[in-house]
């Protein structure tokens, strides 16, 4: 089945890529939707410019797209971009990394109904917890690239099978999402079981309003 991936560069996005690729999904393209303002209902705007190296190494090409950011409004351009890539590709489906946000799943389900394609979300309603621990046991890495003041200590920290535990204690801790579906955290992926090569990356902590981003500020392999 022909599909398109919506990614983000994080954990969710990339883990649903690859399952499905292991169920034989013909993924044309990645598409990185990118909001104007960081106040987007549905979508993630932190070292997304990022996304592209994530791509090559995945060897599938990529598109970025800049929306509103405006609740609704954003949906309805997603809808008008994603209508020209079925037309033009044949696209059949659409591959999101949804886990438990009602309101990105409806939007999503609402579109692929709009546009005659079937909607996947192969990590939709998973136990957090193990999934977090399943991402990890698969091979993948990630860096914590925002996160609440709680989390302070684990921003720009690599997650991986030595500390994943620690990670989810603390989240825990802390009454946390594990799988930060609660915009609690948030990852840059940078190791997969399918890339030849790992990403470093160099970047520094800003302080925001009760949280800490991760800025990136280079990558490279």
Sequence with gaps: MRAL?????????IYAFWLMLQQGFEIKKWITFIPKIKESYMLHSINVEHVSLQAKLSKVKHKEIFVSGKKEEE??????YLKVQKEKLGIQALISGAVRSEYQK????????????ASYAPLWHKNSER???EIIEHGFEFIIVYGFEELENW????????NVHAFI?????HGCDISGEGGEYETFVVKTPFWKKEIKVKGKKLKQENAIKFLIEKVYV
């Design 131 to 133: 999934l977090l621990k």
């Design 75 to 80: 949906v309805i351009e997603m809808l008008h």
């Design 169 to 173: 204690k603390d989240l825990k801790k």
């Design 106 to 117: 409806h939007r999503l389900d609402f579109i692929c109904h709009e546009l005659n394609i």
């Design 5 to 13: 991936a919506i990614v983000s560069g994080g954990k969710d996005s």
């Design 155 to 162: 921003i720009g920290t690599k997650i991986t099978q030595e």
